[in-house]
């Protein structure tokens, strides 16, 4: 096996050959009129075998990934596909061109010269000129082993990106449907705004905040867990459909479904409620799915199909955890219901475990339930202990007005209908409060400004939020986040 540390030692060589020979390795820009392969290829689609076209001179720029024939033929690779050079050694090299021969795989070049189909039907340019645009000194992983190695896969995202077409095509897909999204939105008059990162309280959501420092302002702040809070500020004044699609920070656990910054879509609407933002979810959904290539919504997955074309099921959480263990939760005092919870193997409460009833619902829920939702399903009715930002129910005050979308076993989406109420919500804070003076590293904090702005009167609302991480896994086949992030977080 050839040492990489000679193979760079080797080009390194060439590459000083070349510049004494006058050669510019990197030089500033290319021809702006460059042609990407896939239009040479519609364009000459009737050329026939053996056949050239002297006044078809083009000029294409790219990767070089095969060679052939010492330096003759050459695949040489764009963003739109791959078209072949034949480069006649003979000809004339101009001062600072590259010589053919001197081609590296890996190399990204510039070939100026006249389009032709060789004998064996191969649509070619005939190289007049070449030009080196980047020098490569390191060896590319084979292009049809692929590269195997996911540690490297994920650290070099860039070498993936060369060795492994899918990995493209998943970027691509993740930009169409985050495109996809905006616009969809923005078709329903909703404004795109933004939002701080950095959060002098962490809120929005219970999630273990990252910690920084404001050097300048001289005072400790935190990655922003969500965006919810500002966003509904901005509806107390006066706007009334706002979204926002931007990075989120938690500190906490990697898997293959978590990653500590993430992408959430969050959208406030007011003069709403949890169901309107419930159908907007599916509509969202639907729109999502098209984009990544799935007009009727059938989401192919792990050897099953996701439907997100029709009317998604909706159930309470506390019926499904009945259906699936008998256990009638509304009929539960609090004692029982933790009891219950650690009969099904949930850890008491003073090693962590549910401390009040809806904590223990939700546990159940979470450990039975929630694997068997492989069918897109609304989860309604969660616990009001669960949901410190949500509107109590009206049918049960244990219960927020509050849903999740569920498929495939995974959490894609989070709604309810907004708490409005200045007082109810500064007693949910002073609770979280409490919880995190007695350990809980993701309570949230008492937000003053948030609940000043809360007295100014914030109309009725609902909101929603989307993992576009997680959603566009479902929609590109892929096992792991790592996978549809393009530089996910890793260890050392």
Not at 134 to 159: K, Q, S
Request: charged share 25%; glycine share 10%; proline share 7%.
């Amino acid at each position: 096996m050839t040492n990489p540390c000679d193979v760079f030692a080797a080009r390194r060589a060439r590459l000083h050959a070349l510049e004494a020979a006058g050669v510019c390795a990197y030089p500033a820009g290319a021809a702006p009129a460059r042609v990407h392969a896939a239009r040479l290829h519609a364009a000459h689609a009737a050329l026939a075998a053996g056949q050239e076209h002297p006044e078809a001179v083009v000029t294409v720029a790219g990767r070089i990934r095969a060679v052939r024939n010492s330096g003759l033929f050459m695949d040489l690779s764009d963003e739109s596909g791959t078209i072949q050079l034949f480069a006649d050694r003979d000809r004339p090299v101009a001062p600072g061109a590259l010589p053919p021969g001197d081609v590296q795989l890996g190399d990204v070049v510039e070939a100026h010269g006249h389009v032709r189909r060789t004998a064996r039907g191969e649509l070619s340019v005939a190289v007049h000129s070449l030009r080196l645009l980047a020098a490569n000194l390191h060896p590319l992983p084979d292009r049809r082993a692929g590269l195997r190695d996911t540690e490297i896969r994920y650290r070099r995202r860039y070498l993936d990106m060369l060795a492994t077409p899918e990995t493209v095509r998943t970027l691509r897909t993740r930009s169409a449907v985050v495109s996809a999204l905006r616009r969809a939105l923005e078709t329903g008059d909703y404004l795109e705004v933004e939002t701080p990162m950095l959060h002098g309280v962490p809120g929005g959501a219970t999630a273990r905040p990252f910690r920084t420092r404001h050097n300048a302002l001289g005072r400790e702040m935190h990655l922003r867990i969500a965006p919810e809070l500002h966003l509904k500020r901005l509806l107390v004044g006066g706007l009334e459909r706002v979204f926002e699609m931007n990075r989120c920070f938690r500190n906490e656990g990697l898997s293959v479904r978590h990653d500590p910054e993430f992408t959430t879509l969050e959208v406030y609407r007011a003069y709403a409620d949890g169901a309107a933002m419930m159908d907007l979810a599916g509509a969202l959904l639907r729109t999502a799915a098209a984009a990544a290539g799935f007009p009727d919504g059938r989401v192919p997955f792990g050897g099953r199909t996701l439907d997100f074309g029709g009317p998604i099921p909706a159930a309470a959480m506390h019926d499904l955890v009945r259906g699936a263990t008998g256990i009638d939760f509304p009929a539960l005092d609090p004692a029982r219901a933790m009891a219950e919870a650690v009969r099904l193997g949930a850890p008491p409460a003073e090693a962590g475990g549910p401390r009040t009833w809806g904590h223990a619902l939700e546990w159940v829920f979470g450990a039975v339930v929630e694997p068997t939702l492989v069918r897109p399903t609304f989860v309604t009715a969660l616990p009001l202990d669960v949901s410190p930002l949500a509107r109590a129910s009206d049918d049960d005050p244990r219960l927020a007005d509050r849903f999740e979308l569920y498929a495939n076993g995974w959490e894609l989406a989070n709604g309810f209908t907004e708490l409005a109420d200045p007082r109810e919500q500064r007693r949910r804070f002073e609770a979280q409060a409490a919880a995190a003076r007695a350990g809980d590293e993701e309570a949230m904090g008492l937000d003053e400004d948030y609940l000043t702005a809360l007295e100014v009167g914030l109309p009725p609302a609902g909101g929603l939020g989307i993992g576009i991480d997680r959603l566009v896994m479902l929609l590109t086949g892929s096992p792991a986040i790592r996978d549809v992030i393009a530089f996910p977080t890793l260890r050392d």
